[in-house]
Each structure stands twice: as C-alpha cells, then as structure tokens.
C-alpha cells in the first residue's frame, strides 16, 4: 500500500482526552496525598521543652513604637515561636527569624511585627529549671522554678544523666504548680545532672493508659464486628442476589437505610431502642462496650451486605446449576462452589467493614459513650483530645489510627494475593 | 431413553407449549433453532434446572418431572463450559465423586481414565483460566462424564471452537459418547454440526418442536 492509500480523514490525537482524565483524576489523588503527608509533617516529632508562662500579652502592636519590648532574664533560655504577623525578634544585635530556643545574653528583647497596628500573635515563654531533685522510696520529686504546666498522667522524658534508673520516659504521678513527681527504678540513686523534656504527642498517646485501652478496644470490637457483619452479609447478599420473592424490594430498601441513614441518628435510633428491651439486656449492652460493637456492625453490616450481594450478582448462575447436575444440593453448590468464587468479594466485605467501625464515631457516643477505659475507640479519643484543646494529641490518635487501618490493608491485601495465586 | 412429553414451560410471556421429544438409548439428539427461540429452556427443564408447568420429563422410563437435578442421573455441559474457576482440571473431573463420596481409589482411577480418552491427561494440574477452547470443552464433557450417567445434555458445546480443531473434538465426542454409552441431546444452531452428529435432528420454533 502507497502513501496515497492513507486516508484523508485522521483521527484527532488523544493527548487531549487523556490529559483531562488525568487532571480530572490526578486533583484527587493529589488531595488524598496532600493530606497524608500533612498529617504527617504537622506533628512535631522532636521532644518539646518544658515552658513555664507566656510573657507575651494580647493587644497590638502600636503604630509609632518600633515593636515590643519584653525584658528578660540574662543566660535564661526561652523558647519563641513566630506568629502570622511576626516577622521574628531582635536580641541586642542579632536577629532571629526562626522559631526555637534561644539564650538571652541581655535583659530585654525586641518582637518585630510584620504590620504595626495589628495583634500580637507570637509566643514567648520562659524554660523552666530544675531547682531541686528530692527521692523517696523510688518516687522522685523534681521542683521547678516557674510553673511547668505539665498534667498528672502526662509523661516526660529524662535524658543526659549518668545515674541508673532515670533516663526514659516517666509517667507524671503527681504534680503542683511548680513540681512534679513520677516513679523511678529501684536501683535509682538520687542525681543532680538532669534534662527534662516533653515527649513528641505519638509517644504520649502510645503511653497513655487510656489511649492503649481505645487502640485495644478499637481492635478488638472492629473485629468483632467485621465477623458478625460477614456472617450475616454473606447469607443476605446470597439471598438477594439468587432469589426472587414478595417483598423483596422492600428488603432492599430497609438494607440501604443504615447507608443513608446519618450515622448519628442510628446511635440515637438504637438508644431508643433499647428503651424497649427488658431491663437486664438493655443494662448489659447500653453505655458498655456491646453497645460500642452494635453500633458498629449496624452501619458497617449494610456496607458488607452490598459487597456481597455485587459479589454473588457477578457469579453467574450456571455454575451452580452445573454443581447441581452433578450431585449437590443447593448447599453443597453453595459451601464447594460458590464460596470459594466469593472469596475475593468476602476479604472486600470484611475489610470494609473493618475499616468502616473503626472510624465509626457518632453512633457510639450517642449509644456507648465517651467514657475512658470502658467505652473509649480511637475516634473517641482524637474527640476527647480535641476538646482538651490537644490538636497534637488528636493528630497523634488520628496517626495511631492510620497506621492501623494500613496495616490491615497490607495483611487483606497479601491474603487475598496468596489466596488467589495459590 | 430421553423423552419429553407434552411439555409447557411459562416464564413471563415467554411460553413453550406441548413440546414432546423422545430419544431412544445411545442415539445422538440434536436441536436446533434459532436464538432465543427457548432451546436451552427445554434443555434445562430435562435437567431439572427449570420448573415446567405441565407435562413429564422420562428419563430411562423413569418420571423425574419432580425430582432435583442431582437424582436424575444426567450430564450437563453448559454452554462454554462454565468451568469451575477455582478448582484444577482433576478437581473439576472428580467433582461429582468427590461429591458422593466415592472411595478415593475408584475416583482416582476414573479420573485416569477420563483424561486418558479426552487426551487432557497433561493439563490435570492446570486451572481452568488459560485453557484453550477445545480443552475447555474437553474437561467440560468429562467433568459431565465422570459419574457415568446414562444421558447427557450438551449446550452448544462446540459453538466457541474455531473450524480447524471442530473435526478433531466432533470426532472425540461421538467416540467418547459410544464408548461411555450414553444418550445424548446436543444444541446447536450450526447445521454441519447437526448433520455431522446427529441421529435424530429436532427443530424448535416459533414454540413448536418438530422432528426433521
């Protein structure tokens, strides 16, 4: 064939089309990315000082004065940090723009506004000293000379002392304004050369009783439900997708409710519920941790019943029937040959549902609660923590539940691999 | 024997009536008719994969209108297989004796024995998924096969092949079908396949079944 056999009619190059899905899909995924990795340069990872007071007060900076002058204390070190309107301080000749801990070598120092006439957004505090270290049967009191504003069941980080039993982290078990006591090993001698700081929030939240009882319970009630969700999802999706009968659109209708449905609402739905069961039953599972797992499996179910009945909709018919040509019941085509198909759709359905009742939150404090070591999940503690006003705390929790939710994924995924490979 | 007698088949507005058939044993049955005309209904009513209103489906002399397709002593070959996808080539020809519960030596053997006269002895290990059409279909007959039913259905079965190997498994099946001794009814829509198989030849159409 010449040349001139081509024809004069050319299709238009996809470039274009292409770039638009790729745009159109890729601004998502870039969102998804973006905020993974927000989540994950936002927490602070380093261990923090310990900060007595603010020195800065509210108010603005005035329109004539070059900024705002704060005295301080020579060879104290403070910790600054710049807000939106700063642009950073002056100490004698010597700038900084940075935020951190500095030295102060004279008594006073300049913060400089980005514009004058506006609030003062920065921070400025002192870091506090150790005045005195006092022991008593393995419990250590360390006294501070400015307020530490540290909490009981908080934890601390000891570090730079050659004397056995004090490095590490230690739970604060008792505190006042200005000391703090937590228990030290046995073998621990009374020490002078200490340097206290503050764990970054990942290890506080790990170190938490409390949050070590929501990562547990999490675990544990999303397990819980994931079973009780396949084992009803896999007869219903069953049922839905091989059977016709009266009714049957309804029963559609009433699976979807718990989709639809705000989640909030299935909680309080259940809350009333459960007004009407006998005493003994409703005790047994309102406010305690059953409640946590129904009001899971009510929302994350309906997600694995969709799963399933797609699952066995894509399964055709025929294999069955050949199944029962050659010798099965019903059930014996169901348990040798439809289930092992099925299995691909099963890990979809239970992983789904795990991961749906672990972020599962509204239904269980309306129905379970938000009370520590009984009926506290992950999202409740990101809650507790944000209203505490720790949104390092909270994002701490939010990292624990990530981390989790992934490796989840990662063992469904290899499972599911191996099963289909095998 | 295979026979059908004044069979009606209702399923919304689509209705096969007074349909009647009859096969006498080891003959080779072909039906024929156009898409959609309601061929595989009545190939599943035999079967018993589909409810009929009214009439009595023989097998051997034996009325079996009513009882499951497990009890009927037949053969199914889907059309395209229908292989079951998890399962290898000797799972798919042991099925049916795994099924019943069949002593493992006797199953053993039979699997042997199938795979020897279909010439898939070297895909055994294999898994449905990557085989050709011919072998396919090959596995598919003695996954049918292999309890030794007296009478066996066959759904276009050879429709998917290409024309080169369609001699080589018409001949297979012929010599397989004598050998095993069974009462065949085949569906197809191609007319050298009908010629090239069949005894008898019925034509479906229009609701009405005839003899040609």
Known sequence: ?422 | MIAVEQLLIRQGDFELKDIGLELADGEYGVLMGRSGCGKTTVLEAICGLRGVQSGRVLLGGQDVTNLPPADRGIGYVPQDGALFPRMKVWEQLAFSMLVRKLPQADIEARVRELADNLGIKHLLERFPHGLSGGETQRVALGRALSIKPRFLCMDEPLSALDEDILEEICELFTKTLKKENVTALHITHSKTEASRLGDVVFHLDGGVLNKV
């Open chain 1, 1 to 422: 064939m010449n040349d001139s056999a081509q024809p004069l009619n050319r299709v238009a190059s996809d470039r274009s089309f292409l770039a638009v899905l790729w745009v159109l899909g890729g601004s998502y995924l870039f969102i998804i990315a973006a905020m993974m990795l927000a989540d994950l340069v936002f927490l602070n990872y380093r261990d923090q000082p310990i900060l007595g007071p603010e020195l800065l007060e509210q108010g603005r900076y005035s329109e004539d004065a070059e900024g705002f002058i704060v005295s301080l204390e020579p060879g104290r070190t403070y910790h600054f940090r710049k807000g939106g309107n700063e642009t950073g301080l002056r100490l004698g000749d010597t700038l900084i723009e940075k935020d951190g801990l500095f030295t102060a070598n004279i008594d006073d120092v300049l913060i400089l506004p980005r514009e004058k006439g506006k609030a003062v957004t920065a921070s400025l505090r002192p870091e506090v000293r150790i005045v005195s270290i006092s022991m008593k049967d393995d419990v250590a009191t360390l006294k501070t000379d400015l307020p530490h504003g540290l909490l009981w069941g908080e934890f601390i980080r000891i570090s730079s002392t050659g004397d056995d039993g004090w490095a590490g982290v230690h739970e604060i078990k008792d505190t006042s304004q200005e000391g703090l006591s937590f228990q030290v090993t046995e073998e621990a001698v009374l020490t002078k050369a200490i340097k206290l700081s503050k764990p970054n929030p990942l290890i506080q939240a790990l170190r938490s009783r409390d949050i070590q009882f929501s990562i547990k319970l999490s675990l544990i009630s999303c397990t819980i439900t994931t079973l009780l969700s396949l084992w009803v999802a896999v007869p219903i999706g069953y049922l839905m997708s091989r059977y016709e009968f009266r009714g049957k659109p309804f029963i559609d209708v009433l699976l979807d409710i718990p989709v639809v449905l705000p989640p909030l609402v299935v909680g309080l739905s259940l809350l009333i519920l459960f007004r009407y069961v006998p005493d003994w039953l409703s005790d047994m599972v309102v406010y305690k941790w059953p409640a946590v797992v129904l009001a899971q499996f009510m929302v994350a179910c309906a997600f694995a019943v969709r799963t399933m009945r797609v699952t066995f909709e894509q399964i055709p018919q025929r294999y069955e029937q050949v199944a029962l040509t050659l010798g099965c019941n019903r059930q014996q085509a169901f348990w040798r040959v439809i289930l092992p198909q099925a299995r691909g759709g099963v890990l979809a359905a239970g992983t789904l549902a795990w991961a749906r009742s672990l972020g599962e939150f509204g239904p269980i404090l309306v129905f379970a609660g938000a009370t520590r070591q009984k009926t506290e999940v992950l999202p409740t503690s990101a809650y507790l923590e944000l209203q505490a006003g720790r949104t390092e705390g909270m994002l701490a929790v939010s990292l624990i539940m990530i981390a989790t939710a992934a490796v989840v994924f990662i063992v469904a995924r290899t499972l599911g691999m191996k099963r289909i490979f095998s």
